[in-house]
């Protein structure tokens, strides 16, 4: 084999090595994700009992308004709140497992029919 080849082969799998090792551990360097798929944002409910739904992934510990929760084996959670009526704040705080801390917020409208 002529050493341009043998310089080709091993750069090929040089770069396809790395490429392998940044899409393996890039969950490592980005951190945790949190998300709330439900409610959304300034919602108006008209129940004050109502069930948070949403993700925690690569997180080390989450909190639902200062109460632990904890997800499923996929990073899946739901939990219920109840809630007084008018203004209500829902706050998911999480930290991952480098100590970075995670926030996400929903302001829920609660008026309870007469």
Same mark, same amino acid.
């Given at each position: 084999?002529? /050493? $341009?080849?043998?310089?080709?082969?091993?750069? !090929?799998?040089? @770069?396809?090595? %790395?490429?392998?090792? &940044?899409?393996?551990?890039?969950?490592?360097?980005?951190?945790? /994700? $949190?998300?709330?798929?439900?409610?959304?944002? !300034?919602?108006? @409910?008209?129940? %004050?009992?109502?069930? &948070?739904?949403?993700?925690?992934?690569?997180?080390?510990?989450?909190? $639902?308004?200062?109460r632990p929760i904890y997800t499923d084996?996929?990073?899946?959670?739901?939990?219920?709140?109840?809630?007084?009526?008018?203004?209500?704040?829902?706050?998911?705080?999480?930290?991952?497992?480098?100590?970075?801390?995670?926030?996400?917020?929903?302001?829920?409208m609660v008026k309870m029919p007469e």
């Open positions: 084999m002529s /050493r $341009l080849a043998m310089i080709l082969v091993f750069g !090929f799998l040089l @770069l396809f090595f %790395s490429v392998y090792l &940044v899409f393996r551990f890039q969950h490592y360097w980005r951190g945790g /994700r $949190l998300s709330i798929f439900f409610p959304s944002d !300034f919602a108006f @409910l008209t129940n %004050s009992h109502l069930i &948070v739904k949403g993700s925690g992934l690569e997180v080390s510990r989450l909190e $639902l308004n200062g084996q996929n990073g899946f959670f739901e939990e219920e709140l109840i809630l007084a009526p008018g203004l209500n704040i829902i706050e998911l705080k999480a930290d991952d497992r480098f100590g970075r801390k995670l926030s996400e917020r929903r302001t829920v």
